[in-house]
């Protein structure tokens, strides 16, 4: 150690320089390049690898695809459903129509008859007494005898029969009600082959009132196997 003049004071170490371990070396002084090109980073989208990004992406665009067909499918069912709905409720109004409309007319067609109208399948008991002061039935025999008759509604017509009655095991009693007028009798039987589309229905008018039936008794009578008897105080009509 040498000291100089004094000028402040200063301190030399001239002794020789201080080891260095090889660990140290290495971390003051890296490896120099070797010449060999160094692989640069892979690229990045999104601060993730393209293969990370794409995956993310197709993944999303499967999500979102089940997600539209849900709700097309959705849409569609209620779709469906509405259409459903609004086919019941149409069918439903035309069904109502329908029976109004043939309410309507049968009711309309029954006016011409001036009892009221009995159900055809339905056999009603026969009538033995009436109100006090119905009007006594006018006998139309035996001057109609053998006429053809064509009632107010309908094609088929009718011969008239005096002093006769229907018979057979073929007959069917339809209807038997009071009956003022030959007219009312036939007119009502006759609207059974009218609505019906048939044409086997007669009628006997039992004018007098044979066998203890109130005057003026009328029977609806079905069956094409029937056959005509004698009877007296009774007029038949029979389908031609």
């Avoid at 057979?168 to 589309?197: E, I, V």
């Amino acid at each position: 150690m040498q000291v100089a003049p004094y000028e402040g004071i200063e301190v030399f170490n001239d002794s020789d320089p201080e080891a260095i371990s090889s660990r140290q070396h290495e971390k003051l002084y890296p490896a120099a390049w070797s010449g060999e090109p160094l692989s640069p980073p892979g690229k990045r989208i999104c601060g993730l690898s393209r293969v990370v990004f794409w995956l993310v992406v197709a993944i999303t665009m499967v999500i979102i695809s089940m997600i539209g067909l849900g709700v097309g499918l959705g849409v569609a069912l209620s779709k469906a459903q509405n259409a459903t709905v609004d086919s019941g409720e149409l069918s439903t109004a035309v069904s109502s129509s329908t029976s109004s409309t043939q309410t309507a007319l049968a009711t309309s067609m029954s006016t011409t008859s001036s009892t009221s109208t009995t159900s055809s399948t339905s056999t009603i008991s026969s009538t033995t007494s009436t109100s006090t002061g119905a009007p006594k039935p006018s006998n139309i025999c035996p001057g109609a005898n053998n006429n053809i008759l064509t009632a107010p509604i309908g094609d088929v017509r009718y011969r008239v029969a005096c002093d006769s009655d229907f018979s057979g095991d073929g007959k069917q009693t339809l209807a038997s009600f009071f009956a003022a007028t030959w007219d009312d009798c036939l007119a009502l039987c006759n609207t059974m082959n009218y609505f019906q589309s048939r044409v086997d229905v007669g009628c006997t008018w039992n004018v007098v009132g044979t066998g203890g039936q109130t005057p003026g008794t009328c029977w609806c009578l079905g069956g094409a196997d029937k056959t005509v008897v004698v009877n007296k105080g009774n007029i038949v009509a029979v389908p031609q």
